[in-house]
């Protein structure tokens, strides 16, 4: 599976972002979905994820409300609607996908088999 990670850029404090992710390859194997971000020298944090079949959400505390993760199998494609950004958002994201079923937590990035390559969402205040 090859994720291509697009749509990041330079935005306004309390402006919107639509990131996308699109898949490639044994797209039918993916279980789960999910998106990552990784704000310059910290940790890379859990920010959302999606089941490939079912479409069940999570998300984590600091973007509910705020943020949308849906897919589109149909394209092989992952997105992420972000409103109301601010500065705490600057990060580059990630996206990445689960190819083995079973009992998991998506909000673990040690769960997912395969990533794209980052895409930069920069908030100006």
């Known amino acids: 599976v090859q994720l291509q990670a697009s749509g990041g850029g330079l935005v306004q404090a309390g402006g919107s972002l639509r990131l996308s992710c699109a898949a490639s390859?044994?797209?039918?194997?993916?279980?789960?979905l999910g998106w990552f971000r990784q704000p310059t020298d910290k940790e890379r944090e859990f920010v959302a994820a999606?089941?490939?079949?079912?479409?069940?959400?999570y998300y984590s505390d600091s973007v509910k409300g705020r943020f949308a993760i849906s897919r589109d199998n149909a394209k092989n494609t992952m997105y992420l609607y972000m409103n109301s950004l601010n500065s705490e958002d600057t990060a580059v994201y990630y996206c990445a996908a689960r190819i083995t079923t079973g009992p998991i937590n998506l909000k673990n990035e040690y769960e997912y088999d395969y990533w794209g390559q980052g895409t930069q969402v920069t908030v100006s205040s």
């Open positions: 999606i089941t490939r079949n079912t479409g069940i959400t």
């Open positions: 390859g044994r797209t039918l194997d993916i279980f789960g």
